[in-house]
């Protein structure tokens, strides 16, 4: 621990720095006798700043008000000790950033005390700082901890709902993969591009509510089946509701989303353009472009160049026409993403 003393008066920095070795011998003691020096001398382990007021160069007002610039009453405190007793004078070191003010000629005892109740509440200070940063720490690690136990059941919640329809293959994973590439050429930040990329596999979470001889019916579907196949999107709200995990409430954004259209045809809430969330216009472009590029048990697999040419054409009507441009931009990163995976 260092201190720094100025005053004017050599005998006054001896007897004050006495005092300090008094308190605790482990205390460093920075005598000063010109004020000029103090802004220099104070560095991070720097924990008090002693003062007089009545010194030649600067006065310990103008001291003040450097150290003031630079530091918090918090995060150094300083005693004035002066002759100055006037009630003005005490106002003014107060209002210039002292946190405390002795008067000269000062009783020993008195300024012991005043010492030492200022390192004291230094000391706590700073130990509540370093506790703050290890519960800081501690908070981080167990949210990675959080973090990725929400992942890992996202991902397990996704390969269950894939279970139920064996025919999609690694579905799962190119749709977020998709969803990933496309967030990121539209430049939302970092955190949210994860989080898309990470949620999306569970999109389809809906299949575990469907009947097997919907799912897999192998022709169109009539309108009573395509009822059943819609109503799924509140059980998936229902299922995933409330959950505190921003990973969790944005799958479900996802889930419930990824269904509406530009135009507002599609179904949920029968939204429209901007209205419907960006993560769910990001899905359901990329679970268009993998259903028709792989084969289903209603069709054959599309080429790129045909499945690009459909999605232009639905461009503004069942697609985000801003996605629809970065798709196009970026088809040779679909394409990777897609024999990757395949």
């Known amino acids: 621990m260092k201190v720094v003393v100025c005053d004017d008066s050599m005998t006054n920095v001896l007897i004050m720095t006495a005092i300090l070795d008094s308190i605790d011998n482990n205390i460093e003691t920075i005598a000063l006798t010109d004020p000029r020096e103090v802004i220099t001398a104070i560095q991070d382990d720097i924990i008090l700043v002693v003062l007089d007021l009545e010194m030649p160069y600067l006065s310990g007002f103008e001291v003040l008000v450097k150290?003031?610039?630079?530091?918090?009453?918090?995060?150094?405190?300083?005693?004035?000790?002066?002759?100055?007793?006037?009630?003005?004078s005490h106002i003014r070191a107060l209002k210039e950033g002292a946190n405390d003010f002795v008067n000269k000629p000062f009783d020993e005892y008195e300024l012991t005390l005043r010492i030492s109740n200022q390192l004291n509440i230094m000391k706590a200070f700073r130990l509540q700082k370093r506790l703050n940063k290890e519960l800081e720490r501690r908070v981080k690690i167990r949210t990675h901890e959080l973090e990725q136990a929400t992942e890992f059941l996202i991902n397990k919640m996704a390969l269950v709902a894939e279970m139920h329809d064996e025919t999609t293959g690694k579905h799962i994973i190119r749709v977020g993969k998709y969803s990933g590439l496309v967030s990121k050429k539209l430049g939302l930040p970092e955190k949210i591009c994860y989080m898309i990329e990470k949620a999306a596999p569970l999109h389809d979470i809906g299949k575990l509510?469907?009947?097997?001889?919907?799912?897999?019916?192998?022709?169109?579907?009539?309108?009573?089946?395509?009822?059943?196949?819609?109503?799924?999107v509140g059980k998936v709200r229902d299922l995933l509701e409330d959950h505190p995990s921003l990973m969790i409430q944005m799958a479900k954004s996802i889930a419930v989303n990824h269904h509406e259209k530009w135009d507002g045809s599609g179904y949920g809430r029968g939204l429209k353009d901007h209205s419907i969330p960006i993560e769910g216009r990001i899905v359901a472009l990329a679970d268009v472009f993998d259903a028709l590029t792989t084969v289903r048990p209603y069709k054959?697999?599309?080429?790129?160049?045909?499945t690009v040419a459909y999605i232009k054409e639905q461009s503004g009507y069942h697609f985000d026409p801003e996605l629809v441009d970065i798709l196009v931009n970026n088809i040779d990163g679909f394409v990777k993403i897609k024999n990757e995976y395949s």
């Open 209 to 232: 509510m469907i009947p097997e001889s919907i799912l897999l019916k192998p022709g169109k579907l009539t309108k009573t089946e395509f009822g059943v196949m819609q109503g799924h």
């Open 300 to 306: 054959d697999a599309w080429s790129v160049e045909d």
């Open 67 to 88: 150290i003031r610039e630079q530091f918090s009453r918090e995060q150094l405190p300083v005693i004035v000790v002066s002759g100055l007793s006037d009630k003005k």
